[in-house]
């Protein structure tokens, strides 16, 4: 079975990751966690982005020219 088969574990890793308890972290592991956070968040733009361009050129090909 392929892993986009499978159902989607319930909650995702930003909400486990908001509910984690910061306290024990020293100053530079909350360093090393917000660069990684921010290195993320540009992915996750990146293939949004992505997919939004993908979009709107199957949009622009399979659109009624005639119209």
């Known amino acids: ?3 986009e ?3 989607r574990p ?3 890793a930003a909400s486990r990751l ?3 308890d910061l306290a024990p972290y020293s ?3 909350l360093g090393e966690r917000i660069a990684l956070l921010e290195a993320e968040i540009a ?3 990146a ?3 992505k997919t939004a361009d993908h ?4 949009n622009a090909l399979f659109s009624k020219s005639g119209s």
């Open 55 to 58: 979009m709107a050129a199957a």
């Open 1 to 3: 079975m392929d892993d």
């Open 27 to 29: 100053q530079a592991e």
């Open 47 to 49: 293939h949004r982005d």
């Open 18 to 20: 908001a509910a984690e």
């Open 5 to 7: 088969d499978r159902p």
């Open 10 to 12: 319930m909650g995702d």
């Open 43 to 45: 992915r996750v733009r």
